[in-house]
């Protein structure tokens, strides 16, 4: 198990990522006092009998509707300051490396991404993604958006980003063409430095 008290902005590329789960677990701990934040959170853990896939998403926060909706809880969620500028944040920086290649995508507002997902299991999915192909990212982006009421893809390196904005941008252009094809409104692509200045900002208030 890791123990880091803290983890500056300069030094981000030099952690493992399992350290960094359990970094960014602590934070939203703090952002999220009232509720459970887990790693490695097996979302289909009681749906064993159905003998379905069952991911697990790196960094999770509750409630979790394992048993019964949180719909309300979530929108509850919403109303508190600090998760409403966390997430507006988060929702800016999306927009911000969305725009980096175009305006094929137009970035969801805050009101789009919050109510897409309304039958989420978690809060919010978090899955960060390094050394993996892009069939897993697109595997991870897809948990991510389908498990959380918001989903958030961390992608480790500039590769990676530009990667997940051009996954956005092809399921995107499914849709333009009138073919099968996911939802993306609720996913949020937000880079280390992004959402580790967005949690510093929030918490220190």
Not at 23 to 38: A, I, M, Q
Not at 69 to 78: D, G, K, S, V
Not at 115 to 129: D, G, H, K, S, V
Request: glycine letters at 4%.
């Amino acid at each position: 198990m890791c123990q880091i008290p803290d983890i500056n902005l300069e030094d981000l590329g030099e952690v493992k990522l399992k350290c960094y789960q359990e970094y960014l677990k602590e934070k939203l701990k703090l952002l999220f006092p009232n509720t459970d934040v887990r790693t490695e959170w097996n979302a289909m853990r009681d749906e064993r009998a159905l003998n379905i896939y069952s991911p697990r998403v790196d960094v999770a926060v509750g409630p979790f509707a394992t048993h019964q909706r949180h719909e309300f809880e979530y929108n509850e969620m919403f109303r508190i300051d600090s998760i409403r500028n966390f997430v507006e944040r988060l929702i800016t920086y999306n927009r911000d490396n969305l725009y980096l290649y175009g305006d094929f995508v137009e970035a969801a507002t805050y009101d789009n991404a919050i109510y897409q997902n309304l039958n989420a299991r978690c809060f919010m999915a978090i899955e960060i993604e390094n050394e993996v192909s892009r069939k897993h990212l697109m595997g991870g982006a897809i948990n991510a958006s389908a498990l959380g009421r918001l989903g958030v893809v961390i992608p480790w390196t500039d590769d990676k980003l530009k990667a997940f904005v051009r996954l956005v941008r092809y399921l995107h252009y499914l849709k333009e063409a009138d073919k099968n094809t996911f939802n993306t409104t609720n996913l949020l692509i937000v880079t280390k430095e992004q959402i580790h200045t967005a949690l510093a900002d929030i918490i220190r208030g």
